[in-house]
């Protein structure tokens, strides 16, 4: 039985629309029509009282005109629309409850949120959600679709309009000089490092995240570019909250009000490449939800397509190359930059880093809702607690700043990953731990470079200059040049070790250290490989926080005590009987083949012996052959020249073997002078 249906309305044409049917619905029937009105108290001018008594009124006069004596009205003041709903339905034991659609795509607030969606999941009866549109393409749909046809790929009239863009902004800056050594002379690196920056931000949000990726790399750019870059901002307009509500709902396929319980409105930060609210889950968890603008990707491929297609000129245009490699710039900011446009990999970066810090209790990261997380939506839990500097003093905040310090030899000297972008901003001190936040960019290091590396840190603690010579050039990524100077860097070496080596604990920084060591080696032209730049960088932020939680801290014997326990853990690992038999049993192997194969080479054991085979090269032929009658024609003159003086000298010898034995070497020598001759001609 359907006795009493309660429609709700704001007065709107649309939900007229949904009061009608509603009207309609209960004439069917012959039930009671009970419509509502929910107003926000915040919204009248002359106070309940007096605007409630007209309302009240017209709303009377609509559910009578409507349904006659069965029609009646009820007007609510609240702040929250779809609990007051529910609440009334509740109170009046409505059997249906009908609402229009509209509000569900023309929301307008996030603590709104969608009222037919709310009240659908809550009210104690059937819910009738009417659709109430008028066939018109509504605003969000229109931004909806915007955002689908900006998924794909740029026409080429988009590309053209935006390489000419680009092309006026360079040509007005003069790229050419800005890259060129041969531009004006009065033009310092600093200047064109300010050009550079400049260039840029005006050429918008996408170009501006490529030099804050830049700014980490001082293996690329010289230091003055690399300090304008790092004062790089996204100059960007947040995401109106209708565009962060569609985004969130085509990546969750649900209405959000199915899986959040409230967002904050307020951004906590706004990028070129995503936005970040704060919000609660449905269980009640507090959350950070990081979702991808909806033209992110179209703008940010559309760019750096057009970009290699100019690195592959400037590989062949030299005054593209002098101060800075542009190619190798562009490769490695189209790498990093597509990795970023999908939010897996930071989860996926959150879980590798939570197994690295298992040994360490005093560091965490967040925990990833993954159920929730897509390509372009992240959701994680929300660290509360205070900037990592403000940890409260004793002996929880020292630990925590020597574990820090450890960890970081444990992610690049032991597992190869790293956090590339660690400084104090992306730590939190939250329960008497630290937390890494914001792994959108890390750096891996292969097995060679980490044991170097380690050694490279122990040969400058123990002062062993020429070791670290050695090893700092046998990382070379290149070949080291026929100019290169050992004797001058090793004397550049000696003083920049002892220069850190001796400094008080406070001003220890082995951040600076990393990247001197790598630009040093750039101007002797040992180029080391370029995560040795990265991990400089991210020594340098890193160890800021940890100096900032215990002064006291060592690095060089932090490195020393680590190398100690990893050595430690290798041996203990070797003392497996398992692995020892399984290593005995390969070096039996490798031995037995070493000695097969010796053995074939003497000829000591049947088989293929040691073969050298050359190419036949008849002019390389006739050489060896002409050589080689001349050699033997040389010394048999040399022999009868022997034979002559032996018979002379002694009385036993025939009166002709003297002679005859100087006949023979002088008619030797001639024949040898005269093939010479003839070899000259």
Not at 180 to 197: I, K, L
């Amino acid at each position: 039985m359907i006795r009493r249906i309660l429609v709700a309305t704001d007065r709107s044409d649309s939900a007229t629309r949904a009061v009608e049917w509603a009207a309609e619905m209960a004439e069917r029937y012959g039930a009671e029509l009970l419509v509502l009105q929910v107003v926000a108290p915040e919204h009248l001018v002359g106070g309940a009282g007096s605007a409630g008594g007209a309302e009240a009124t017209e709303l009377r006069k609509l559910a009578q005109r409507l349904a006659g004596e069965r029609g009646r009205a009820r007007v609510e003041y609240d702040s929250r629309p779809a609990e007051a709903i529910v609440d009334v339905a509740a109170q009046e034991d409505a059997d249906i409850v009908v609402v229009g659609s509209l509000t569900m795509s023309e929301r307008s607030e996030f603590l709104l949120g969608s009222v037919p969606n709310r009240v659908s999941h809550t009210a104690p009866c059937t819910v009738v959600i009417v659709n109430t549109s008028d066939g018109r393409p509504t605003e969000a749909g229109s931004r909806r679709r915007r955002g689908e046809e900006g998924e794909q790929a740029a026409s080429e009239g988009q590309l053209l309009g935006r390489a000419a863009r680009i092309a006026t902004i360079v040509a007005k800056y003069g790229l050419g000089n800005l890259l060129s050594r041969n531009g004006d002379p009065a033009s310092s690196y600093d200047a064109r490092a300010t050009r550079f920056r400049q260039v840029l931000e005006e050429l918008g949000p996408t170009f501006a995240k490529l030099g804050q990726i830049l700014s980490t790399r001082p293996d690329l750019l010289p230091e003055s570019f690399m300090r304008e870059l790092a004062a790089l901002q996204d100059q960007v307009t947040p995401l109106s909250e209708a565009e962060v509500v569609a985004g969130m709902e085509r990546e969750l396929s649900v209405p959000w009000e199915d899986v959040f319980v409230s967002i904050e409105p307020d951004p906590m930060a706004a990028g070129t490449i995503a936005q970040v609210h704060r919000a609660v889950l449905v269980g009640g968890g507090r959350v950070v939800v990081k979702v991808q603008r909806p033209t992110a990707e179209e703008d940010i491929l559309r760019d750096l397509g057009l970009l290699e297609e100019f690195a592959q000129k400037a590989a062949a245009r030299p005054a593209f190359t002098e101060v800075v490699d542009v190619p190798a710039i562009i490769a490695h900011l189209s790498s990093s930059l597509r990795r970023e446009l999908d939010f897996r990999h930071e989860a996926a970066n959150l879980e590798r880093m939570r197994v690295v810090l298992e040994p360490f209790d005093r560091l965490a990261v967040p925990e990833v809702h993954a159920e929730l997380t897509t390509a372009r939506l992240l959701v994680m839990e929300e660290v509360q607690g205070v900037p990592v500097g403000s940890a409260p003093e004793g002996e929880a905040r020292h630990a925590a700043g020597r574990q820090l310090l450890e960890a970081y030899y444990q992610q690049v000297l032991a597992d190869g990953f790293f956090h590339a972008d660690p400084h104090p901003g992306n730590m939190m001190w939250c329960r008497e731990k630290i937390y890494l936040l914001d792994l959108g960019m890390v750096g891996e290091v292969d097995a060679d470079v980490r044991q170097s590396l380690l050694l490279m840190l122990l040969a400058f603690w123990q002062e062993d200059v020429g070791f670290l010579v050695d090893l700092m050039v046998s990382l070379s990524a290149e070949r080291v040049s026929t100019r290169f100077d050992p004797a001058a860097f090793e004397a550049d070496l000696s003083e920049l070790v002892g220069r850190y080596r001796h400094l008080p604990l406070s001003e220890l920084r082995l951040g600076p250290l990393l990247q001197q060591l790598t630009e040093l080696s750039v101007r002797h032209g040992v180029r080391l490989p370029a995560s040795l730049a990265l991990i400089g960088k991210a020594f340098g932020q890193m160890q800021l926080a940890a100096a900032e939680l215990d002064p006291t801290l060592d690095p060089f014997s932090v490195a020393g005590a680590f190398y100690l326990r990893q050595l430690g853990s290798r041996l203990r690992a070797s003392a497996n009987p398992r692995q020892l038999f399984f290593e005995a049993q390969k070096l039996r192997v490798r031995g037995e083949r070493l000695l097969e194969n010796l053995e074939r080479v003497v000829g000591a054991r049947p088989g293929a012996g040691l073969q050298v085979e050359m190419n036949r090269n008849d002019e390389l032929a006739a050489v060896i052959a002409q050589t080689g009658s001349r050699i033997a024609l040389g010394l048999t003159a040399a022999g009868a020249l022997a034979g002559s003086s032996v018979a002379a000298a002694t009385g036993r010898a025939p009166r002709w073997a003297a002679p005859a034995f100087a006949a023979a070497a002088a008619v030797l020598t001639g024949a040898l002078i005269a093939d010479a001759r003839r070899a000259r001609r």
